[in-house]
T-cell receptor, first 114, second 119 residues
Framework: GDSVTQMEGPVTLSEEAFLTINCTYT??????LFWYVQYPGEGLQLLLKATKADDKGSNKGFEATYRKETTSFHLEKGSVQVSDSAVYFC?????????????FGKGTMLLVSP | NAGVMQNPRHLVRRRGQEARLRCSPM?????VYWYRQLPEEGLKFMVYLQKENIIDESGMPKERFSAEFPKEGPSILRIQQVVRGDSAAYFCASSALPPSGQGANTEAFFGQGTRLTVV
């Protein structure tokens, strides 16, 4: 079945450092790809998404490009802030009979220090 | 417009008891999904419901687990005779339309989750 693999955390960075969180996927179709973020004590929020190959999703300084040839959707940010500390989940949509459910990776915790 | 509301946030049950988790979708949303996050695991899809209908329960354990989304009131995930292995975070999400991956109305919004601990 479909699966998502993302790098294990925690990832610890200093403020203004460059961030990469790797995500690769296995899917039988052409899924849409997502990054969700979970801040402490809150639910998951959609951070960005891409629906087809070579699409780039971006939001709040974060970017990820849908790479079909490498089945990857790595999350990047040029300069992280303390407020970016959270758990980040990579996910894909699994289209079934006209609707989709989400398959998630295990999540990567990001800790940013001042 | 309040977001997806789940309660309780934390639930402790002894082995053999029943756990009832509630989810109120966002206003105007008629599609609800339940996911489970076991320790050190990603979220796993459990069930997808529309009002009064279960559309896909392929991720639900065959026994002890049930879900409903009545015409009035919240969606309920019920776990009967809980065991220690049921300890997990249970997340609910809702959307206005089936999430086919296209368009803003298909986005699923998540609640804060219910953390179930079985002792």
């Amino acid at each position: 079945g479909d699966s998502v693999t993302q790098m294990e955390g925690p990832v610890t960075l200093s403020e203004e450092a460059f961030l990469t969180i790797n995500c690769t996927y296995t899917a039988t179709g052409y899924p849409s790809l997502f990054w969700y973020v979970q801040y402490p004590g809150e639910g998951l929020q959609l951070l960005l998404k891409a629906t087809k190959a070579d699409d780039k999703g971006s939001n709040k300084g974060f970017e990820a490009t849908y790479r079909k040839e490498t089945t990857s959707f790595h999350l990047e940010k040029g300069s992280v802030q303390v407020s970016d500390s959270a758990v980040y989940f990579c996910a894909l949509s699994d289209r079934r009979s006209g609707y989709s459910t989400l398959t998630f990776g295990k999540g990567t915790m990001l800790l940013v220090s001042p | 417009n309040a977001g997806v509301m789940q309660n309780p946030r934390h639930l402790v049950r002894r082995r053999g008891q029943e756990a009832r988790l509630r989810c109120s979708p966002m206003k105007g949303h008629s599609h609800v999904y339940w996911y489970r996050q076991l320790p050190e695991e990603g979220l796993k899809f459990m069930v997808y419901l529309q009002k009064e209908n279960i559309i896909d329960e392929s991720g639900m354990p065959k026994e002890r687990f049930s879900a409903e989304f009545p015409k009035e009131g919240p969606s309920i995930l019920r776990i009967q005779q809980v065991v220690r292995g049921d300890s997990a975070a249970y997340f609910c999400a809702s959307s206005a339309l089936p999430p086919s991956g296209q368009g803003a109305n298909t986005e699923a919004f998540f609640g804060q989750g219910t953390r179930l601990t079985v002792v």
